[in-house]
């Protein structure tokens, strides 16, 4: 099966220091599905491929307890 480039990718800042952060932004996003992401630790960049709205993506984000906003389309 192909893999196809249909859903948007959005950046998010997101203010992590170390990899319990990453942990904790992959813990979110992995319960809150249909998501791939990529986190870029040193940068506190977060990736996210998804059908779900910005508002969604950004306050699940936000449940990490840091500091998260979004930083445009990819």
């Given at each position: 099966?192909?893999?196809?480039?249909?859903?948007p990718?959005?950046?998010?800042?997101?203010?992590?220091?170390?990899?319990?952060?990453?942990?904790?932004?992959?813990?979110?996003?992995?319960?809150?599905?249909?998501?791939?992401?990529?986190?870029d630790?040193?940068?506190?960049?977060?990736?996210?491929?998804?059908?779900?709205?910005?508002?969604?993506?950004?306050?699940?984000?936000?449940?990490?307890?840091?500091?998260?906003?979004?930083?445009?389309?990819?």
């Amino acid at each position: 099966m192909p893999c196809l480039d249909t859903q948007p990718k959005h950046e998010f800042f997101v203010d992590m220091t170390c990899e319990g952060c990453s942990n904790a932004v992959t813990r979110v996003l992995n319960k809150l599905g249909g998501v791939q992401f990529e986190i870029d630790l040193p940068n506190k960049k977060v990736i996210v491929e998804s059908d779900h709205s910005v508002n969604t993506l950004l306050d699940t984000l936000k449940k990490t307890g840091k500091n998260a906003s979004y930083t445009g389309e990819k």
